[in-house]
């Protein structure tokens, strides 16, 4: 389960994550205002994203990031992912240490979290009104 708001920019780059290793999950939107979803049971966290992973409830993009890549389930997938992509090719079939460790993919999450997110929702957003 993956609690988010449809135009949050820090659920959608879990979404992207989710949708790249083709994993199914129950989508809980979350009131804004209210937050009612999260109330009986997220403790003092009242922000979103927020998933449960194997049962344990997991906060915040880079936290639900890194536990889906050290699920075996996520790692076996995108492992095959890699190698069939890599057969039609003459690269190397990258691991997911590799993937994990590798100075692009931080440099992307870090662009992704700290850059790109605070840009895009004053841009969803046609007017100041509507951000809140």
Not at 5 to 17: G, Q
Not at 20 to 48: F, H, I, M
Not at 99 to 116: P, T
């Amino acid at each position: 389960r993956r609690y988010q708001y449809h135009i949050c920019p820090f659920c959608n780059i879990t979404k992207s994550v989710l949708s790249y290793a083709k994993l199914d999950y129950e989508r809980v939107e979350v009131n804004p205002l209210t937050k009612q979803e999260l109330k009986p049971w997220s403790g003092d966290y009242k922000k979103v994203p927020i998933a449960v992973i194997d049962e344990e409830q997991v906060n915040g993009s880079e936290q639900i990031i890194d536990a889906l890549l050290n699920t075996e389930h996520v790692q076996q997938y995108l492992q095959s992912r890699w190698n069939d992509e890599t057969e039609t090719s003459d690269k190397d079939v990258m691991t997911m240490q590799q993937f994990q460790n590798s100075e692009n993919s931080q440099k992307w999450m870090r662009y992704a979290v700290d850059d790109l997110a605070a840009l895009l929702y004053p841009n969803i957003c046609g007017t100041l009104g509507d951000s809140y």
